[in-house]
């Protein structure tokens, strides 16, 4: 893979990657109750040390958070390298909320954090271990046989139990070594909540998204706060349904995400192609300038779910991955490189009579965009294959259903 990485473009780097195997769990050797007693106890004086910390004028180094909280955290009977785990945690929730100019860090979710020296997994058996204070707990990991079996050549980093609505789940991560292959064609992706439309160099497919749905969740939400402005933090009845709207909103969006990325990344895989996506950083930027607050957030976990999807599943099964930079993807002709005019979606170029529809031309700039970090040169002039197929103006677009 390619190294050098333009401003238009970037490669997702060879390395080593992290991937979490997410599943319920039981506990079979030790008291629940305990375990879950100490699991309390944990996000107890978690609290207190982001409490400690957050009352300090200047955010000290670790060395000196060692001095200070170790000793409190070893008081409570926690073990050594559990107490470091919980101090370095603190230590990290304090930096990033004073960083952002946030408020103090409130720990809700009652979970705790293992490494090698706390826990033992052995993904054969689908039991893992773990230790908080001075109890061991065997818990059973309940997935389907065929799914823990992925994870069996991969190498564990930690793990994390959390109890949630009287269930309790594990999270292992393991590490991955990404290797992707040298491609030998591009599959560009321009993303919108209605559509994403899809472009290899030669064909334009579009498939309808989900975003709209869970779109329409949070502006259900919108309505009641602004119907109830007092009293939707305090009633219980409509703090849940709240609640409720905003878990479906992000399930759905989630949920297709999900499906939508395994999709992508193994026909990719199939065609020996990298795919191609709009680069988060510089489309928050974009978004952020928008005027309709709901749509801008909404639009923000929409592509960043569709992005954590289609890189993860990238990194798994080896495919490149080009993130682009947006900017200006839908006002330049991919064919002379002028600048567009737009009668509503349909974008004309006056200078060589290029005419395509606004999700196209953005879809075709991102494969230009990406096929230049592998082969182009910065700063050379954009020039598209032969589109003698791909528009209004100079043909018909090949659109077909995105499968």
């Not at 002028?338 to 006056?350: D, M, Q």
Request: proline share 3%.
């Amino acid at each position: 893979m390619k190294a050098y990485i333009t401003l238009l473009a970037r490669v997702m780097p060879e390395g080593v990657f992290r991937r979490a195997l997410k599943t319920r769990a039981e506990v079979i050797e030790g008291s629940a109750n305990d375990l879950l007693w100490d699991l309390n106890m944990y996000r107890y004086v978690l609290q207190k040390a982001v409490d400690a910390l957050w009352e300090l004028d200047k955010v000290p180094k670790k060395s000196q958070v060692h001095q200070l909280l170790y000793p409190l955290l070893r008081s409570y009977g926690f073990r050594a390298h559990v107490a470091r785990n919980i101090y370095s945690t603190a230590l990290a929730l304090v930096k990033s909320a004073k960083k952002n100019n946030g408020s103090k860090p409130v720990v809700k979710k009652i979970c705790a954090r293992f490494d090698y020296q706390d826990a033992r997994v052995n993904i054969n058996n689908h039991v893992v271990k773990v230790i908080l204070r001075n109890r061991w707990y065997t818990l059973r990991i309940i997935h389907r046989r065929e799914y823990i079996e992925r994870f069996k050549s991969l190498r564990w980093k930690e793990v994390h139990v959390k109890y949630c609505n009287g269930k309790l789940f594990v999270s292992i991560v393991f590490e991955i070594k990404y290797s992707p292959y040298t491609p030998r064609g591009l599959l560009a992706f321009d993303v919108n909540l209605k559509h994403i439309v899809a472009y290899d160099g030669s064909s334009v497919r579009r498939r309808t998204t989900r975003f709209i749905d869970a779109l329409s969740k949070r502006a259900r939400t919108e309505e009641i706060q602004s119907n109830y402005p007092k009293r939707w933090r305090y009633n219980g009845r409509i703090l849940n349904r709240i609640k409720s709207l905003h878990k479906k909103a992000r399930n759905i969006a989630a949920d297709w995400c999900r499906r939508f990325a395994k999709e992508t990344v193994i026909e990719a895989k199939k065609r020996g192609y990298a795919v191609a996506l709009e680069d988060l950083k510089y489309l928050r930027e974009s978004l952020a300038r928008k005027e309709n607050t709901i749509v801008w957030k909404l639009s923000m976990l929409a592509y960043r779910k569709l992005q954590e999807a289609v890189v993860s599943k990238a990194i798994e099964y080896n495919a490149p991955v080009i993130l682009v930079n947006p900017r200006g993807t839908s006002s330049v002709c991919p064919r002379c490189g002028a600048k567009l005019v737009y009668n509503h979606r349909l974008a004309i170029c006056r200078k060589c009579g290029f005419t395509a529809d606004r999700d196209v031309v953005g879809a075709m700039n991102i494969w230009l965009r990406a096929l230049h970090a592998y082969a182009g040169e910065p700063g050379s002039p954009q020039s598209a294959p032969a589109v003698n197929n791909e528009t209004r103006g100079s043909g018909r677009i090949k659109d077909e259903g995105m499968k």
